[in-house]
Every structure is written in C-alpha cells, then in structure tokens.
C-alpha cells in the first residue's frame, strides 16, 4: 500500500501564501501522477492541479497565475505553493496519486491514493 501524508496548511490572510506538501510512503511502488484537489464546505470536492511524472502540470482555472504544483520524485513528494490566496480558496485540501504496488514483486494496479487532507484557511 502507499500512504500519502499532507502538510502545511493553515490560516492565513487574504493575499498571503501558503506551501503544501505531501510526502508518499509504504511498501515497493512506482507512482505516476501526483495532484491536489480540495473540497469548500457543502461543496464537492474539485480538481486544483496535477504533475505527471515527467513534470507536465495542469491546474483549474481558479488557480491559474497564483498557485504553483512541483514534484520531487526522488522523494516521492508534491508541492504547491499557493499565492495570492483568496477566501474563496478555503478548504480542505487533498493529496492524490496513482501508484503500482508490487506483491512478491508483481504488480499490481494501478490503484488511486489519497491523503487525509489539510485545511486551509483564507480569512479577508
């Protein structure tokens, strides 16, 4: 299994910044996409940005400009760095991968992680 574990998260004021990250752990796995999403009370929970392995990184267009998501795959560790944050960034924010295991060296997979999460709070 893998485990996915956040932090860095807050409260901070309007238009400050915040830096995120989560460090993936556990038994052999090779991880391929790595991403954030959050979830605003009483919403659904939506996309923020994601990374490839290889560094292509797509992000919502709310975020576009302001936030930044990085990967440091010797580490199996994700970023990002949240600026020019805004009260409607609020929320519990998640990490997320795909990631093989291997079983007596099988593979298997490949299955979809999460972290517990780790809030964040934008007050104006």
């Known amino acids: 299994q893998v485990q996915l574990v956040e932090s860095g998260g807050g409260l901070v004021q309007a238009g400050g910044s915040l830096r995120l990250s989560c460090a993936a752990s556990g038994s052999v796995f090779t991880i391929y996409d790595m991403g954030w999403y959050r979830q605003a009370p009483g919403k659904q929970r939506e996309l923020v940005a994601t990374?490839?392995?290889?560094?292509?990184?797509n992000y919502a267009d709310s975020v576009k400009g302001r936030f930044t998501i990085s990967r440091d795959n010797a580490k199996n560790t994700v970023y990002l760095q949240m600026d020019s944050l805004k009260p409607e960034d609020t929320g519990v924010y998640y990490c997320?991968?795909?990631?093989?295991?291997?079983?007596?060296?099988?593979?298997?997979?490949?299955?979809?992680?999460w972290g517990p999460g780790t809030q964040v709070t934008v007050f104006s």
């Open positions: 997320n991968t795909h990631a093989t295991i291997y079983i007596n060296l099988i593979p298997r997979g490949p299955y979809a992680y």
């Open positions: 990374i490839t392995s290889g560094g292509s990184t």
